[in-house]
């Protein structure tokens, strides 16, 4: 935990708050704070800042709030639900480095049964944990859309509007400027067909190369390639 998250609720003054829960167990035990000791904090939405331990029980922090989060990555990411034991871990990633709009969509190769996984209940829970990494204050917009069609017939790309595709012959782009969205398939990418509904919906098909890449992998490997 790089920075410790702040919550409105957490405030009892304008400068002070009190921890419960899993950031006080993890200031007490990882942290080992002591009274005096200064730690990473940011207000959820807003700056960041320092906190100064007044008080071990409970656990109080004098806070100052006094600079901006990181910039945001100027991507929007499409990306077909994955299994739901590589969805936390894909959440969590894509928002430490600074993703803020996710569309979860489905997919031909997207089982059914994804989208009855009790992950996609606690999707906010690791958008903290990508926060928290990354020492970032603003939680992404999430958005699930079950149904393939209605999605890419009506959904409006900004920027670039880039597909990737394992048998694509255009190389992904580098060190792209400006805006992006970017479609990511499911486990061996989307089917033919997906790929013209990309393609009459203004997206190009781009290729890693010949690897074909798991979803945890190919999310990195695609944002670090493009900016």
């Known amino acids: 935990m790089n920075l410790i998250l702040l919550f409105e609720s957490d405030f009892l003054a304008p400068d002070r708050v009190r921890l419960t829960g899993r950031r006080l167990a993890h200031v007490t035990s990882v942290h080992r704070a002591a009274v005096g000791d200064t730690l990473v904090v940011g207000l959820a939405g807003g700056l960041l800042g320092s906190g100064v331990v007044t008080s071990l029980d409970p656990l109080e922090l004098r806070v100052t709030l006094d600079r901006q989060p990181p910039p945001p990555l100027p991507l929007t990411l499409i990306l077909a639900l994955p299994r739901p034991k590589v969805l936390n871990r ?116 781009v290729s890693l190369g010949p690897r074909i890449l798991r979803v945890e992998t190919a999310v990195p490997a695609l944002l670090s390639r493009l900016f």
Request: glycine share 8%.
């Open 90 to 205: 894909v959440i969590a990633g894509a928002t430490s480095l600074g993703v803020k709009q996710i569309h979860l969509i489905n997919a031909w190769r997207v089982e059914k049964s994804y989208w009855k996984s009790p992950r996609l209940a606690s999707l906010e829970e690791q958008c903290i944990l990508g926060l928290e990494q990354a020492r970032d204050t603003i939680l992404p917009t999430i958005t699930l859309h079950r149904l393939f069609r209605p999605f890419i017939e009506s959904f409006a790309p900004s920027g670039r509007p880039l597909v990737a595709h394992p048998l694509a012959s255009l190389a992904c782009p580098r060190s792209v400027h400006g805006e992006v969205t970017l479609a990511i398939g499911p486990e061996g990418g989307f089917i033919a067909q997906e790929i013209d509904s990309f393609q009459r919906a203004g997206f190009t098909p």
